[in-house]
């Protein structure tokens, strides 16, 4: 299992490369949630989400013979840009499996940092299956999007900024995907907080993960309709769910109308723009899932790669 100290490894390699993003407030989110409210900017990391730290850590890590065999991921978005991104800046060719769904900003940025970009089917499943015939076909080195204690140590490195700039913490709000995020969160957390509480964030279609926190095995769900697209994955990796049901305390579920009206909020309000998936979590904080006042809370926002055309769909709802 991962553990701080690997967490703690991944910020010396990842720190020079991306940015130290800012801890927002907002009166009004305080006031409507009952609680202190600060919420952690990933949407203005470089490639506009959280994905670069750890496909950074993953790949700067690989020996100079695996980095010139090139490296292989699949993604719908987000880890195809940071690990396309990550290949730029070491030197390494990247091929990217992209779902034919995936959102057109995301593969266009995907392609200008570099990345090959190969389509597969608009599933998990067909995803990594593309990926392992290239994998086979052509030597690459395998970066997967979650399941993987590289992976898990670079995400984690967010919450260790979280911990320089706020002495103390009662709850930490963490969107789950595939679950890469709130592993690595989770560990440092609980390292860095004493007492605090880790609560994960699905939208209700997505809810792979709270079905299999609540079962302890891992349930697998069919492709989900959401739109939060860094939420179609259909079940969490084994290491991540090991570590979910270790230290995250709960994961809970928000809608999609809720999630839209979060992105509203955060663009009228607070001036910052989240993808849908990045406003899950600020969305759990907004209407209260959390059930809980006069607490200190972080939410990340895990991303905000949303194109103009959907974020005016979106707003106009």
């Known amino acids: 299992m991962v553990s ?8 010396s390699v ?23 409210v600060v919420l952690k900017a990933e949407n203005l990391q470089r490639i506009g989400a959280f994905k670069i730290r750890g496909a950074y850590n993953k790949i700067a890590g690989l020996s100079s013979s695996e980095r ?25 060719k990247a091929a990217i499996v992209m779902s034919k769904d995936s959102p057109p900003n995301k593969v266009e940025a995907t392609r200008a940092y570099g990345g090959e970009v190969v389509f597969s089917e608009n599933s998990t499943d067909d995803r990594e299956r593309v990926a392992a015939e290239l994998e086979k076909e052509y030597g690459y080195i395998p970066v997967p999007p979650f399941d993987d204690e590289k992976i898990i140590a ?38 860095l907080f004493p007492g605090i509480k880790v609560i994960g964030v699905e939208t209700e279609a997505a809810n792979d993960c709270a079905q299999s926190f609540r079962k302890k095995e891992i349930v697998k769900i069919p492709p989900p309709n959401t739109i939060a697209d860094g939420m179609r994955t259909q079940s969490v990796g084994k290491r991540n769910f090991e570590i979910i049901m270790k230290y995250v305390d709960d994961v809970i579920t928000v809608t999609d109308d809720q999630v839209i009206e979060t992105m509203k909020f955060l663009l009228e309000r607070m001036k910052t723009v989240a993808e ?7 969305a759990a904080v907004l209407f209260n899932i959390l059930s809980v006042s006069n607490k200190r809370v972080c939410a990340i926002i895990s991303g905000g790669n949303v194109s103009l055309k959907k974020l005016g769909e979106y707003l106009s709802r």
């Open 4 to 11: 701080f100290a690997d967490i703690e490894a991944a910020e």
């Open 14 to 36: 990842v720190r020079p490369i991306v940015h130290t993003t800012p801890l927002l407030s907002s009166r009004t989110l305080d006031e409507r949630s009952a609680n202190a």
């Open 68 to 92: 010139a065999r090139g490296v292989v991921a699949h993604s719908s978005g987000n880890h195809a840009q940071g690990v396309a991104l990550a290949s730029r800046l070491l030197g390494v």
């Open 154 to 191: 670079g995400q984690g490195t967010v919450t260790v900024e979280i911990a320089r700039s706020l002495s103390s913490l009662d709850y930490l709000v963490v969107p789950v995907g595939g679950g890469g995020l709130i592993a690595g969160s989770a560990i440092a957390a609980k390292h």
């Open 276 to 282: 849908p998936t990045g406003a899950v979590a600020p």
